[in-house]
């Protein structure tokens, strides 16, 4: 395995506090085995290759949990963990409860590595070159503000909008016949330069831009031209001006499509860079933007973090370490000297599933390499599920092995006439598949007492896709099609109401995480009813966060646990007593604790809104839960999501929704992974459905179901398929 031969002497762990941590983990199940444990004495730099379900995250929580038993580290160094979602730290405080809070404190630093540049980089950066701070790192705010700015040059004398439209209009814009008569006419179109005739073997009609001549088209035309034309300069023109960024270090404003760019001193270059600077100044960033920004504040400053980095973390871990771009990868390399940190990167380049960089990660080749430590075997799922990924992968796939010790069913594909019978038929199978293993009870009820069981009570039962919400048809399958509510950006319980009553009222099917988001929202009302806000505008949950980091990391801290403290007491509560208690405890923690960050003092309209009790709260007041199907009368709560939102987790059933994706839905292009032949070509497009699919479908542990259309399904059915999946119609 090429592991460091030092631990003979300097053991990173012994196996008692191996044993601890795993008790802690996995109370009752087998020990580790010889190779996890290998990877948890490891105690030098190195890369884990590890298959779904692997074990792998909570083989990094086991060493964590280790390192927080010695802490303080000699000399008073941390740790540092970087991830790419909230699922280790969701597991490590779902299983250490208060105890882990040694790891998210100072010298520590624990989260995401887009949370790690904005706290110890872009902020800086962003204060140094523009005197702000952060109030948003987020790219559809980003560009809503910019395109607001944008559109308020104005549209004659601007040589930015000028230049964007000349963009605009060099491209081809193909009408086809049809719409060609509905506005007025092939004869009517040609004669006012409307269109242009291209091509000699194929003819094809280029919609223009400029340069009418409308004397001779009717007045009812020349408003559909008028509106196509408006319609194309805004959606083309958005497009082509929000792909630019700022090259920080040649001076020049670029994009994919124009490498050439433009400079920053030129006319059109000003303006960009006017809008630029004062999103900046308002603490207002793109991801792109808070990357450049950190990259130029390290290259003129002449930073060197990795002389300091040492001084104040031993370790770096980095978690599903195929996701990290070249940005991020850049990154990590210019802040940490591996001579000096010991970084260990977990991860799978089989799931490599995000857009940049995805075909070949800077890390994805390292994962790759003789020396790599590699765990074959999944805990999470039975041979059954372990078969069917064996092909649906972007390799053969053969040294996957199951768990012999988890029961999981035969895989099911759901066919359906119309995709609105299939989470009713999910549901079903829930209900009626029995695993005799576990005393012949139903997935149903084992997830539910699984998800009782849970400390953060996470829903365990799911359904996902790989494309949300982009106007399905009865041709082009999305996961809307299934679930016509599917909103994309699922951020959490929308709430708002008349009394702090109304946030934490418990919800029947409220998370863990939920009630802990109601909680904060109530707050940020009450705040800006004591007129506390962030500028002119009532704080969001971010810039709260911001605030409170900015005035003391630990006070950011403890507010958050509190909440979380707040959020489990309220899941708990039984009866009226039980919530006014809380309401008492957070009413008393903010007068007495965030008020006076601020030197103000609670408003009779903040009093009234605490202690008003609305035991009925108005339809739309109470929280709305957002991609929660509710099945069999609310027995069974079934997130819908896409393949992105659930990658890390683990559910107890799992439901892929097969949806369309650049001309081929996956029972298409996969057909014969589906069959279990593995794939052995180079098209791109398919090696982007693998690693999708593969992520999608390794997430449960006993069940795993796919909708296919009945008709597509027909074309790829067999006796190889049906070796490997059950069938069953909706």
């Given at each position: 395995y090429g592991i460091n031969l030092k631990r003979k002497f300097m053991p990173f762990a012994t196996d008692e506090e191996i044993k601890i941590s795993h008790d802690i983990l996995l109370k009752d199940k087998k020990p580790f085995d010889a190779i996890k444990v290998n990877i948890i004495k490891e105690d030098s730099s190195c890369y884990v290759q590890a298959c779904p379900g692997s074990g792998k995250t909570t083989t990094l929580l086991a060493k964590l949990?280790?390192?927080?038993?010695?802490?303080?580290?000699?000399?008073?160094?941390?740790?540092?963990?970087?991830?790419?979602?909230?699922?280790?730290?969701?597991?490590?405080?779902?299983?250490?409860?208060?105890?882990?809070?040694?790891?998210?404190?100072?010298p520590n630093f624990f989260g995401t590595i887009q949370t790690f540049?904005?706290?110890?980089?872009?902020?800086?950066?962003?204060?140094?070159?523009?005197?702000?701070?952060?109030?948003?790192v987020d790219d559809e705010m980003s560009n809503a503000v910019f395109l607001k700015k944008y559109y308020k040059l104005p549209s004659r004398e601007s040589k930015l909008?000028?230049?964007?439209?000349?963009?605009?209009?060099?491209?081809?814009h193909i009408i086809n016949a049809p719409e060609i008569e509905a506005l007025g006419g092939m004869d009517r179109l040609m004669a006012a330069n409307v269109i242009k005739k291209e091509g000699k073997r194929v003819v094809k009609y280029d919609f223009q831009l400029a340069g009418y001549n409308l004397d001779n088209i009717p007045h009812k035309y020349r408003y559909l031209i008028r509106a196509k034309r408006d319609n194309i300069l805004n959606s083309q023109g958005k497009e082509i001006i929000l792909s630019y960024k700022v090259d920080w270090e040649n001076n020049k404003i670029i994009t994919n499509s124009d490498p050439k760019g433009i400079g920053v001193d030129s006319p059109s270059g000003t303006e960009y860079m006017k809008i630029k600077e004062e999103m900046f100044s308002e603490g207002i960033l793109s991801f792109q933007d808070a990357y450049d920004l950190a990259f130029r504040y390290i290259r003129e400053k002449k930073l060197d973090f990795s002389s300091f980095s040492d001084k104040r973390f031993k370790y770096l871990f980095i978690d599903e370490v195929q996701d990290c771009d070249g940005l991020q990868v850049d990154l990590i390399q210019k802040i940490f000297d591996e001579n000096k940190v010991v970084i260990q990167r977990f991860g799978d380049y089989c799931q490599a599933i995000y857009e940049r960089d995805e075909c070949s990660g800077p890390e994805n080749d390292k994962l790759k390499e003789n020396q790599v430590l590699y765990i074959h075997d999944s805990n999470r799922f039975g041979e059954k599920i372990a078969k069917p990924l064996r092909s649906l992968c972007i390799e053969d796939n053969h040294q996957l092995h199951g768990n012999e010790e988890v029961p999981s069913v035969k895989p099911i594909i759901i066919t359906y006439e119309n995709p609105l019978s299939v989470l009713p038929k999910y549901v079903e199978l829930l209900g009626t598949t029995l695993i005799p293993e576990m005393d012949n009870r139903s997935i149903l009820d084992?997830?539910?007492?699984?998800?009782?069981?849970?400390?953060?009570?996470?829903?365990?039962?799911?359904?996902?896709?790989?494309?949300?919400?982009?106007?399905?048809?009865?041709?082009?399958?999305?996961?809307?099609?299934?679930?016509?509510?599917?909103?994309?950006?699922?951020?959490?319980?929308?709430?708002?109401?008349?009394?702090?009553?109304?946030?934490?009222?418990?919800?029947?099917?409220?998370?863990?995480?939920?009630?802990?988001?109601?909680?904060?929202?109530?707050?940020?009302?009450?705040?800006?009813?004591?007129?506390?806000?962030?500028g002119n505008r009532r704080y969001t949950k971010t810039s709260f966060l911001e605030f409170l980091a900015a005035t003391d990391i630990e006070q950011k801290e403890n507010f958050l646990k509190e909440v979380m403290n707040w959020a489990l007491l309220i899941a708990k509560s039984n009866n009226d007593d039980d919530v006014n208690k809380i309401r008492s405890t957070i009413h008393r923690y903010i007068t007495e604790t965030l008020l006076p960050l601020y030197g103000?003092?609670?408003?009779?309209?903040?009093?009234?809104?605490?202690?008003?009790?609305?035991?009925?709260?108005?339809?739309?007041?109470?929280?709305?839960?957002?991609?929660?199907?509710?099945?069999?009368?609310?027995?069974?709560?079934?997130?819908?999501?896409?393949?992105?939102?659930?990658?890390?987790?683990?559910?107890?059933a799992t439901l892929y929704l097969e949806t369309f994706y650049n001309r081929h839905h996956e029972s298409d292009r996969l057909a014969e992974q589906f069959k279990g032949f593995a794939y052995t070509g180079t098209d791109a497009d398919t090696l982007k459905n693998l690693r999708v699919a593969y992520v999608g479908m390794s997430r449960p542990r006993y069940m795993l179901c796919v909708a296919i259309q009945q008709d597509r399904f027909d074309k790829i059915d067999c006796d190889e398929l049906r070796k490997i999946w059950k069938v069953k119609k909706a």
């Open positions: 949990i280790i390192l927080a038993n010695k802490m303080p580290l000699p000399e008073g160094k941390g740790i540092c963990v970087l991830t790419h979602t909230n699922v280790a730290i969701d597991e490590i405080k779902a299983k250490l409860g208060t105890n882990a809070d040694v790891l998210f404190r100072y540049l904005h706290k110890y980089v872009t902020a800086a950066a962003l204060h140094y070159f523009y005197g702000s701070q952060i109030t948003y909008r000028g230049l964007i439209f000349a963009r605009t209009a060099s491209k081809e084992i997830a539910n007492q699984e998800k009782r069981e849970d400390p953060l009570h996470r829903i365990n039962v799911k359904a996902c896709g790989w494309v949300g919400k982009k106007g399905a048809s009865a041709q082009k399958r999305f996961i809307e099609s299934y679930f016509p509510q599917f909103e994309k950006k699922n951020a959490g319980p929308r709430v708002e109401g008349v009394s702090f009553n109304e946030f934490i009222l418990k919800n029947l099917h409220g998370t863990i995480k939920e009630h802990a988001t109601s909680i904060i929202q109530g707050i940020l009302k009450y705040l800006d009813l004591c007129e506390i806000r962030n103000k003092e609670e408003t009779p309209d903040a009093l009234s809104f605490f202690d008003t009790i609305n035991d009925n709260p108005a339809e739309g007041q109470a929280t709305e839960h957002r991609n929660v199907y509710h099945g069999d009368n609310g027995k069974i709560d079934i997130e819908v999501s896409t393949v992105h939102a659930v990658k890390g987790e683990t559910h107890a």
